[in-house]
């Protein structure tokens, strides 16, 4: 197994840096556009947040409230109306269930009163 040496090389070239790209450090700019990354990077410039939906320009049309980063309140309320809508369909789904296991469950037990009923008067 080969042992890579680490150095301090980056540190020193990019000293102030957050992050860098391996095309910055090998200096390979020719990278960044071959990736197919025609997108300009220069529209993103201030935001705190970017989907990968808005990087490769594609839309989302599945929710009815446009979620963005700066708007977090939008998205747990538009989560608790979809959880809120399921919780009902699936109450009415049970409540359902359990009439129809009620109203079953009433009928046979009329049925065996009736046939207890016509055993004991014979």
Do not use: H, Y
């Not at 220069?42 to 409230?65: H, M, R, T, W, Y």
């Not at 939008?74 to 129809?100: C, R, V, Y």
């Amino acid at each position: 197994m080969k042992q890579v040496e680490e150095t301090d090389e980056a540190r020193k070239r990019f000293p102030n840096a957050k992050s860098i790209s391996s095309a910055q450090f090998f200096g390979d700019q020719n990278k960044v556009n071959d990736m197919g990354t025609s997108v300009s990077l220069q529209k993103f410039s201030g935001s705190n947040a970017i989907s990968s939906a808005d990087l490769f320009g594609q839309q989302c049309n599945n929710s009815s409230v446009d979620v963005t980063a700066g708007d977090p309140i939008d998205w747990l309320k538009l989560q608790a109306q979809q959880d809120f809508s399921s919780f009902k369909i699936m109450a009415g789904e049970t409540w359902k269930k359990l009439s129809s296991l009620a109203s079953t469950l009433m009928s046979n037990l009329q049925e065996e009163m009736s046939n207890l009923q016509e055993r004991i008067l014979r």
